[in-house]
């Protein structure tokens, strides 16, 4: 138990560096063109457990059914409440800023053209994984590190329409939509 603790400590703290070395790089530009096909979402589904709303930008974006790939996080297992969105927890850290995953494996290994970080906790595991992933447009929201995102909204996370509508805004002023 308590060599549990130590090795649990030891993870974070090498997981902490990593995520500063990630974010210390400079950004790679993608290679993909401009316009929305792909969508990442990473949800903390502890303050947002709606997660299924982001489905709704599929026609908000005119996208094709398999382009919105969400996944979410949870500090702690939930064996009893059946969730229709893959998330990971805490328990799936492992060393050097990885995370032992199977659905997280999945969901970096792809390129996207837009990662929506729908989380205001400053959390490792979130930070974590919105380095992982490939993508040429990261939007968030205030309270997070700044390095995360490219774009960062000031709304509250439970209000997704407003959310919706904002980034609709924003990525027809950088025509990425029509």
């Known amino acids: 138990?308590?060599?549990?603790?130590?090795?649990?400590?030891?993870k974070v703290k090498s997981s902490l560096k990593y995520l500063e070395d990630e974010l210390a790089k400079s950004k790679v530009p993608s290679n993909r063109d401009k316009g929305i096909r792909a969508v990442a979402c990473i949800v903390d589904m502890d303050?947002?457990?709606?997660?299924?709303?982001?489905?709704?930008?599929?026609?908000?974006?005119?996208?094709?059914?398999?382009?919105?790939?969400?996944?979410?996080?949870?500090?702690?297992?939930?064996?009893?409440?059946?969730?229709?969105?893959?998330?990971?927890?805490?328990?799936?850290?492992?060393?050097?800023?990885?995370?032992?995953?199977?659905h997280v494996s999945e969901f970096v290994s792809r390129e996207y053209d837009l990662l929506i970080n729908y989380?205001?906790?400053?959390?490792?595991?979130?930070?974590?994984?919105?380095?992982?992933?490939?993508?040429?447009?990261?939007?968030?929201?205030?309270?997070?590190e700044e390095k995360i995102n490219d774009l960062m909204f000031n709304t509250d996370l439970k209000d997704f329409k407003t959310f919706k509508s904002e980034l609709k805004k924003y990525l027809k002023v950088f025509n990425e939509i029509a």
């Open 47 to 102: 303050n947002f457990p709606n997660a299924e709303k982001f489905n709704e930008l599929r026609n908000e974006f005119s996208l094709a059914p398999n382009a919105i790939q969400i996944i979410g996080y949870k500090r702690g297992q939930d064996k009893n409440t059946p969730f229709s969105i893959q998330f990971y927890t805490d328990k799936d850290m492992g060393w050097n800023g990885s995370i032992e995953n199977s």
């Open 119 to 144: 989380y205001n906790d400053d959390r490792l595991m979130l930070k974590l994984l919105s380095a992982k992933v490939h993508a040429r447009l990261r939007v968030g929201f205030i309270g997070v």
């Open 1 to 10: 138990m308590i060599l549990r603790a130590i090795q649990d400590k030891f």
